[in-house]
């Protein structure tokens, strides 16, 4: 196992396209969450799955983005119609909540700058 | 809406020095988490904290809670130069989704 994947690792993309990124989270784990972080802040929650359903979705999740989790596996974060103020960091974590304890292990991200 | 405080945001420390980040957090929640991140990394779990009074400890670092305070503590003891990254503290929804809300983070520079 070799912990969260995901691709690709930087993404360049002009204002108005789509760009779609995947995350493998780790093969046990049945949660699996989306966050963003920009520079100098700290990540912030973006959406959520256990399984393949999709439970909860932060507000910063306009409707330009969709998430999926087909199968309960790897997931993809779409945003359609980029802007500049897409430009961040995008983590994906995934988890196997065991009691009290779910602890989120992160993937190194995607970093996706809009021209 | 719960929000996670960390204070100092920049820390510039010498080696062999300790020194204290704070977490603030406003709503009640009784999992704190502490991450690190090092430049153009992932974020690494260092420790989770389940209930008051809480206090874990690896290697150099110890982590504290005390969920009435809503304040969550990461020491550092006789501070090394690998320890230099960004520190985080997140805080756990208590509505079993356990989405994290996190800290803006405290940038650790150890000075040789």
């Known amino acids: 196992d070799t912990g969260v994947s995901q691709n690709p690792r930087h993404k360049i993309t002009k204002r108005g396209q789509n760009v779609t990124f995947r995350c493998d989270p780790i093969?046990?784990?049945?949660?699996l969450y989306w966050y963003r972080q920009t520079l100098g802040q700290g990540p912030e929650f973006l959406t959520y799955?256990?399984?393949?359903?999709?439970?909860?979705k932060s507000r910063l999740l306009s409707d330009r983005f969709s998430a999926e989790r087909p199968k309960g596996s790897f997931s993809t974060l779409e945003i359609q119609r980029t802007e500049q103020g897409d430009s961040a960091m995008y983590l994906c974590?995934?988890?196997?909540?065991?009691?009290?304890?779910?602890?989120?292990?992160f993937g190194a991200g995607t970093r996706l700058s809009v021209l | 809406e719960l929000k996670v405080e960390q204070n100092p945001l920049f820390l510039s420390m010498q080696e062999g020095k300790n020194y204290t980040i704070y977490c603030n957090y406003s709503?009640?929640?009784?999992?704190l988490y502490w991450y690190r991140q090092d430049p153009g990394k992932s974020l690494e779990s260092l420790f989770v904290?389940?209930?008051?009074?809480a206090v874990k400890q690896e290697g150099r670092l110890m982590a504290s809670l005390d969920t009435k305070a809503r304040l969550s503590t990461l020491h550092i003891t006789a501070a090394v130069h690998d320890l230099s990254a960004t520190y985080f503290c997140?805080?756990?929804?208590?509505?079993?989704?356990?989405?994290?809300?996190f800290g803006t983070g405290t940038r650790l520079t150890i000075i040789p």
């Open positions: 904290l389940l209930s008051n009074g």
């Open positions: 997140a805080v756990g929804s208590n509505f079993g989704n356990e989405k994290l809300t």
């Open positions: 799955f256990q399984n393949e359903a999709q439970l909860e």
């Open positions: 709503t009640t929640s009784d999992r």
């Open positions: 974590a995934s988890s196997l909540a065991l009691g009290q304890v779910n602890i989120q292990y």
């Open positions: 093969s046990e784990h049945n949660r």
